[in-house]
């Protein structure tokens, strides 16, 4: 695309109509600017676009937003999809004029503008910065010593947002020797210029505040001193560096006068100056407690002023939630000291106790801003309060807080709390209706303090006796007539329950589920999420050895208000798609008795869930939940009644004709899993349905979509297995082959090849594949050359073993011999000795031990005396694979994945676990593998008395003689 005042004209156009409120020239606009972005040169006219100074505000801005957008997806390989119609990348001598331009105009633009260029550059930066780009550095740095000299903080704040969001990979990315290099570029180039900035920006500070300054001067003051501490947390993640050690004493004491000093102008003079006070102030206690963390020994000398100066500091921050940030990262510090070596801070007299009423109680007693959110977002709500992603609220960063202190003194923190607790709950009973958040906070210190026992789900607590705190106090929440009333109250009862579910004993549990029952019709959503949620984590409770406590026995009184309920509650506003609901549903559908007619039910209402959310797929786990729930029901109630097998297909088959038919692509994995499903349970033939199906499935362009791979594979296995005849005409098995193919030709899919090279080999006739076989193997030996992964190979071992004992070994040697003379010999002393140890799992192990003994007692080429050394390292690596443990014969390496194949976003396959695939014995008939292989190898050696001895001495491991000459005395089977 060439800059001349044509490109300028469409580009300002087009952009300007983007911003139209009319849909019909927006869409045009966008269309024709996708369009245009293929063109080379393109990401760079939109730049100059961007600093032309004649062209409206707007225009620049939207062009700017186009900009950082077309960078995101075009600048570099790993941020184009790995797809056929992957974006065009931008080419390298355009990037080398973006980079001359960005940082100069990113600077000189208005604050709008410089945010998203600053974005796009951060983007550049990550995927070329320092290598590809050594320019950058110094430049900001000249630029930033130039507007300091000027005190321009407009372009100052612009400098060290880029640094800032450039550097922010130092705390996410693992630590590399590549890594440590690019730190020390970073440090060595800009960690004296930080701090310069850093102290001419905090006198100018103090001079601003004690003048009297209006909040206009102190504003981009404090933006640039919060952009600092970023970076000095960037900086100093990975580990203390030189400079910053050497400086510390300039960095700390600023850091402690901006949590001990005030400043007037910013926090009386409306909401925004005080939340930049306060995100400074956050700023600092994260670079303390990263400090307190990484760095204590150093530190040291300044802990007692910081751990006083935020106890101050939290004492004068009020329960607003836009100061959340600051006193849970204040709060986090203090956490961090009282798990330290220096928790001996927290042992004065009475401290504990000022703790727990001054920081605790306030910080997790319920406010206004918590039922807000439980009325208005329960979804958030319930990611904050029951799974668990609530460390950075007040409530939980208190408790954690406790918690700390607790380490080192447990009896007294106990001790307090408990006391709290009782004196809360005695609050609440002199006044239940105006008292009632006391009874609340009461529950959450419970719940949040419980401690999680190693290696299980169960929690305990030193705080209350759970069972009668549960009867006295959650108990009368849950028998509760009023399923709507206090529903704050009510989802932290049903909370309680869940959390210490194991404790509660049985014969209470039982009584208890009616009322649960009850509450999944209750108004607010999230306590009949949390109905639904207890139910099914109660459903998952197993006692020892393993078995489930409440069986379907238990649930069946009740099991149709259950279901119906269930249902119902998907008619509640913004429950239509609640994934704990459905969650519920697919839990009781695993572990209830379902009749006929409750078959039927519930296959109706999920059908009709599923026709509804396929007309535009929102959430993914109530998505996932139900299709294992349609999966779960089809295989319980088909396996028990047979004949619903045509019902269930008459309600689902339009449900997934409409997700083929309209391309409903994130539900393809799911549908080509249950049609799976449904063929297997179908008795040859087939209905002449399932054949259409059969059909589409080996078109090559619904496999060009990775994510479909392993589902599709799944349903090629079932009608493989059940329409074997039916696979030998009309050319299919040859479209079969053509898909096996494509599938070992790339590393991602090579596994996925194999599933459909088993099935063929397993289930057709020898006279059918006979024609095929050796381009098999020459497929196969063209991959082995290039890809010597450790489950390729482990992979290929099994197909072997599988044609052998389904096929007989002569036809193995036969075949692969015809592809190239003796190339069988070289497989096995290549391939086949030093590789079967790496064998892992019970069938796998059996097919090929079995597969293995079989080849050197029948097939005549290892049997000839000239293959003789070959016969006996076969047989070593057989006794090894028998005698040995897994762990002491497998290093499990962990496959490199092929990043070329890899990179980008692409919809990923889920497993449905109820729909899988059952694994299947080819070799049902033989219970012991050990047993079978010293009996072959004993009738061998009877053929020949005194020749194999004589081998096994020569070709064995001493430690494997040792272990074969044990294995046939435990079977009584001498090798003579």
């Known amino acids: 695309m060439e800059w001349n005042p044509e490109t300028l004209k469409f580009l300002s156009e087009c952009f300007l109509h983007t911003l139209s409120p009319a849909p019909e020239p927006r869409r045009r606009a966008e269309a024709s600017l996708a369009e245009a972005a293929d063109s080379p040169n393109y990401g760079l006219a939109v730049l100059r676009l961007v600093a032309e100074p004649s062209v409206a505000e707007q225009i620049r801005q939207a062009a700017a937003v186009n900009f950082k957008n077309h ?36 600077l000189s633009s208005t604050p709008k503008i ?20 050594p320019a950058l550095l110094p430049e900001l740095i000249a630029s930033l010593q130039k507007a300091s000299q000027a005190s321009d903080y407009t372009s100052i704040n612009g400098i060290l947002g880029t640094a800032n969001s450039i550097f922010k990979k130092f705390c996410y990315q693992y630590k590399t020797n590549d890594l440590l290099l690019d730190l020390k570029y970073c440090l060595d180039n800009f960690a004296a210029p930080l701090l310069e900035i850093f102290l001419k920006t905090a006198a100018l500070v103090d001079s601003a505040a004690s003048s009297g300054a209006p909040a206009a001067t102190l504003k981009p003051l404090f933006e640039s001193q919060k952009l600092c501490c970023r970076i000095f947390y960037s900086l100093n993640f990975q580990e203390l560096p030189e400079f910053f050690e050497d400086h510390m004493k300039e960095w700390m004491t600023e850091f402690r006068k901006y949590l001990t000093t005030n400043y007037p102008a910013l926090e009386n003079g409306g909401v925004d100056g005080l939340a930049l006070v306060d995100e400074l102030r956050a700023d600092v206690c994260e670079n303390i407690n990263l400090y307190m963390e990484k760095n204590e ?32 990262m204040a709060i986090k510090f203090l956490t961090t000291v009282s798990m330290s070596v220096h928790h001996t801070l927290f042992a004065g007299e009475g401290v504990i106790l000022q703790i727990c009423q001054s920081i605790v109680i306030p910080n997790v007693r319920l406010r206004e801003e918590d039922e807000e959110l439980f009325e208005m977002n329960y979804i958030e709500f319930i990611r904050r309060d029951m799974e668990g992603s609530d460390l950075d609220t007040r409530r939980r960063i208190a408790c954690e807080l406790l918690k700390g202190i607790a380490t080192n003194f447990r009896q007294q923190v106990t001790e307090i709390v408990s006391a709290q607790i009782q004196h809360l709950l005695t609050s609440f009973v002199s ?46 929440e849950l028998q509760s007539q009023d399923v709507n009333g206090f529903p704050m109250l009510k989802a932290g009862a049903l909370k309680f329950f869940t959390m210490f579910r194991n404790q509660i004993p049985k014969d209470v549990a039982v009584q208890i589920f009616r009322d649960l029952v009850r509450f999944l019709l209750a108004q607010s959503n999230v306590v009949h999420s949390y109905a639904a949620s207890c139910i099914e984590k109660l459903l998952l409770v197993k006692d020892e050895g393993g078995r489930a406590r409440y069986t379907a026995k238990d649930i069946a009184p009740f099991f149709g208000e259950l279901m119906t309920n269930l249902f119902n509650a998907f008619k509640f506003p913004e429950s239509e798609e609640n994934q704990y609901i459905m969650k519920c549903i697919m839990r009781v559908l695993g572990v209830a008795e379902i009749s006929r007619e409750d078959a039927g039910n519930c296959v109706v209402g999920l ?26 029901l089809v295989k319980r109630a088909c396996d028990k009644e047979p004949s619903l097998i045509s019902a269930f297909e008459g309600r689902l088959f339009p449900c997934l004709q409409q997700i083929l038919a309209n391309d409903v692509t994130e539900f393809f994995p799911y549908a080509f899993q249950l049609l799976a499903q449904l063929v297997e349970l179908n008795s040859p033939p087939i209905p002449p349905s399932y054949m259409q199906i059969f059909e589409i499935l080996l078109s090559p362009d619904l496999w060009k979509r990775t994510s479909n791979v392993p589902a599709l594979v799944r349903l090629l296995q079932a009608f493989l297995q059940k329409a074997p005849h039916e696979l030998s005409q009309e050319g299919r098995l040859n479209k079969v082959l053509g898909i096996f193919n494509t599938l070992i030709s790339s590393s991602g899919t090579a596994e996925q090849g194999f599933y459909v090279l088993n099935t063929i080999i397993e289930s057709l006739e020898y006279g059918v594949i006979a024609p095929y076989v050796c381009h098999i193997w020459a497929a196969l030996f063209g991959q082995l050359q290039n890809r010597r992964t450790v489950k390729f190979i482990k992979s290929f071992l099994i197909i072997m073993s599988l044609f052998i004992v389904k096929h007989g070994s002569a036809n193995l040697v036969d075949t692969m011999n015809a592809v190239q003379p003796n190339i069988f010999s070289m497989i096995v002393k290549q391939v086949w000795i ?28 290892l049997l000839d005396a000239a293959n003789v050394e070959l016969w006996g390292k076969v047989l070593d690596s057989i006794v090894t694979l028998l005698s040995q443990p897994e762990q002491d014969r497998v290093e499990e390496e962990p496959e490199m994945p092929d990043i070329a194949e890899n990179v980008g976003y692409t919809a990923t396959f889920v497993r449905l676990y109820n729909a899988g ?30 020749r194999y001895p004589q081998i096994i001495n020569q070709y064995l491991d001493p430690a494997n003689q040792a272990a074969l000459l044990q294995l046939c005395n435990t079977y009584n089977c001498p090798i003579v």
């Open 834 to 861: 030093p590789n079967l140890k790496l064998i892992t799992g019970a069938i796998e192990l059996k097919l090929t031990a079995v597969a293995s003994i079989r080849l050197i007692c029948e097939s005549p080429a």
């Open 114 to 133: 410089q945010s998203q260029l600053s974005e796009a550059l951060a983007l550049i930066g990550k995927h070329d910065f320092p290598k590809l780009w």
């Open 607 to 632: 059908t009709s869930i599923l026709m509804e959310v396929c007309k535009n797929p929102k959430n993914p786990i109530f998505n996932h939940y139900l299709f294992e729930s349609v999966a779960i």
């Open 71 to 106: 960078l995101r997806v075009r600048w570099s390989p790993a941020s184009s999809a790995d797809e056929p119609n992957a974006p065009s990348l931008v080419p390298d001598s355009e990037k080398e004029q973006i980079k001359a331009l960005i940082v100069p105009l990113m």
């Open 431 to 476: 006044n239940p209706v105006g008292n009632w958040k006391d009874k609340d906070c009461a529950i959450y210190l419970v719940v949040a303090l419980a401690a999680k026992r190693a290696g299980g789900t169960s929690v305990s607590t030193d705080l209350v006796d759970v069972q009668s705190f549960f009867a006295s106090v959650i108990v009368p």
């Open 917 to 946: 695939k059952k694994e299947e014995d080819p070799l049902k008939d033989i219970k012991d593998p050990r047993e079978f292989v010293v009996a072959l190898l004993a009738r061998l050696s009877s053929l020949s008395p005194g």
């Open 297 to 328: 020994e150093e530190f040291q000398e300044y802990l007692n002023d910081f751990a006083f100066a935020v106890w101050s500091l939290l004492g004068n921050v009020t329960q607003s939630s836009s100061r959340d940030q600051l006193a849970v």
